[in-house]
């Protein structure tokens, strides 16, 4: 089991830029493939982008493709999301998640953190 933190959220303007950052415990962090979801007020929690063991392989969703980007570092245990040119639809809480299996079966992340509230304003 690894244990999530994430930080990183704001308040930005639309076109800006934000990172998040989650920080894993654990020693098999770099076991587990590792991604970023997304709650929207009112919506059902939704996959952003996901990244496999090594850092080889990463996989978006169509809507930040382009202007998202996920990374992680083994040796410090922790995963990115670089978000730029954001918009006013960006806007929800962003959950770190991790997986013990293949990176792009979003469906079967868990071991979710507590989320960071990420606004965009227009």
């Known amino acids: 089991q690894v244990q999530l933190v994430e930080s990183g959220g704001g308040l930005v303007q639309a076109g800006g830029s934000l990172r998040l950052s989650c920080a894993a415990s654990?020693?098999?962090?770099?076991?587990?493939?590792m991604g970023w979801f997304r709650q929207a007020p009112g919506k059902e929690r939704e996959f952003v982008a996901t990244?496999?063991?090594?850092?080889?392989?990463?996989y978006y969703a169509d809507s930040v493709k382009g202007r998202f980007t996920i990374s992680r570092d083994n040796a410090k245990n922790t995963v990115a999301l670089q978000m730029n040119s954001l918009k006013p639809e960006d806007t929800a809480v962003y959950y770190c998640?991790?997986?013990?299996?293949?990176?792009?079966?979003?469906?079967?992340?868990?071991?979710w953190g507590q989320g960071t509230q990420v606004t965009v304003s227009s």
């Open positions: 654990g020693r098999t962090f770099s076991q587990y493939a």
């Open positions: 990244i496999d063991w090594s850092g080889g392989s990463t």
């Open positions: 998640a991790a997986y013990s299996g293949t990176y792009y079966l979003t469906e079967r992340f868990g071991s």
